[in-house]
């Protein structure tokens, strides 16, 4: 028999190789499970030959496929390129414009005998862009045509009138000057109303919304920091809602086309002043002219660059600037001293009867009698026109 003490030392033996075997239990399983994964790593590597063979020939025909589609872009990229130089080849765009391609080439051509270069000697200002301002103006005698008011469109409104379109432009004027909006602005937004009414019949009660709504476009298209609506519903004595505007703009503008860019008087006449190197005065005057056209609706009839040089031509015979309407004027303007005539008289008629008093509209002249403008609106204009 086995004594106590024995007993006990063969149950710690047996206590002692059991915990030995289960310690080593998580050890040896741990080194199965890296050697599955080692197996498992090596296996792809003995038989790389052939699986990489067969994936590679698998992903062959999808590469070819990518780089078909890669080079089918990039012959329809260059098929496009050529559709477009090919369309351009006779006119480029810029903006909304279809321009002649000869107008956007660089001019060398001679001027004509007897005409001034009044671009000679500007090449030191990249401002001036000398090298195509006779593209740039060739531009505007052609956009003036395609962007003009019906004449006539005042025999189609039933509820509004002349007088009624006057009183718009004299208080949209005063609104200008309220707001210190550009005089450019002033000219856009008299062209988006008279062309909206060329195409829409209006009722009374809508003609200053058509008014304030244009004003807002020009704005948005000329000025930096342009009024907002608020401010055109606070001038308009709150006569129209904040949403009426916005709607209403929507409307001018699908009217427009969206053809907002147009030539007005202001343009020309930077151009013409420069040709007869009118002195300050003179430009000036030139301005408060063609901005007294705006007020009467015949002068829809006249081309804007036509407006703009019998505004020069007044301003040169009242102030007895020396000045001849020669070649040198005649080609820059287009226009001959007699092609000029049925305009300027008009326009001299216009002018005489707001010097005197006897014109309807005064805001004009208020504008033009500050020394901003030289007071030019004091002056008496010529008794009659004459050849300079």
């Not at 070819?64 to 006779?90: C, D, P, V």
């Amino acid at each position: 028999m086995l004594t106590r003490a024995q007993r006990r030392a063969s149950q710690e033996g047996a206590e002692t190789a059991e915990a030995s075997s289960t310690s080593q239990a998580p050890a040896a399983s741990k080194r199965a499970t890296k050697a599955a994964k080692a197996k498992a790593k090596a296996k792809p590597a003995k038989k790389g030959g052939k699986k990489n063979g067969s994936k590679a020939s698998n992903k062959r025909p999808a590469l070819e496929n990518i780089t078909n589609a890669t080079s089918g872009r990039k012959k329809q990229k260059a098929t496009t390129a050529r559709r477009r130089s090919n369309r351009l080849s006779g006119a480029n765009e810029l903006g909304t414009h279809l321009i002649p391609a000869s107008l956007c080439a660089r001019e060398d051509e001679p001027l004509p005998e007897d005409v001034r270069d009044i671009d000679a000697g500007e090449d030191y200002d990249p401002m001036l862009v000398s090298e195509y301002a006779k593209s740039v103006y060739k531009l505007l005698f052609e956009v003036e045509q395609k962007y003009r008011p019906d004449p006539e469109y005042m025999l189609r409104q039933t509820d509004i009138n002349s007088n009624m379109r006057g009183i718009l432009v004299d208080w949209l004027v005063e609104v200008a000057e309220e707001y210190k909006l550009h005089t450019e602005t002033l000219f856009l937004s008299i062209n988006y109303v008279d062309r909206f009414l060329s195409k829409n019949n209006v009722v009374r009660g809508k003609l200053q919304l058509v008014g304030i709504t244009c004003m807002l476009v020009a704005s948005k298209y000329e000025e930096i920091y342009p009024p907002s609506v608020e401010d055109f519903v606070y001038i308009s004595d709150n006569a129209y809602t904040r949403e009426q505007v916005i709607t209403q703009e929507v409307v001018v503008l699908n009217s427009l086309n969206f053809h907002c860019t147009v030539a007005t008087c202001r343009q020309f006449l930077r151009r013409f002043a420069k040709a007869a190197m009118a002195d300050h005065t003179t430009h000036e005057m030139s301005h408060y002219l063609s901005e007294l056209s705006l007020l009467d609706d015949k002068f829809i009839a006249f081309n804007t660059s036509m407006i703009a040089a019998s505004a020069l031509l007044i301003s040169i015979c009242t102030n007895d600037f020396d000045c001849p309407w020669d070649e040198t004027m005649a080609y820059y303007t287009t226009y001959t001293y007699e092609e000029l005539l049925p305009c300027a008289e008009l326009l001299l008629t216009v002018a005489r009867q707001s010097y005197y008093g006897t014109a309807t509209f005064k805001a004009v002249k208020d504008k033009y009698a500050t020394l901003k403008f030289d007071c030019v609106a004091g002056r008496m204009p010529c008794s009659e026109l004459y050849k300079p």
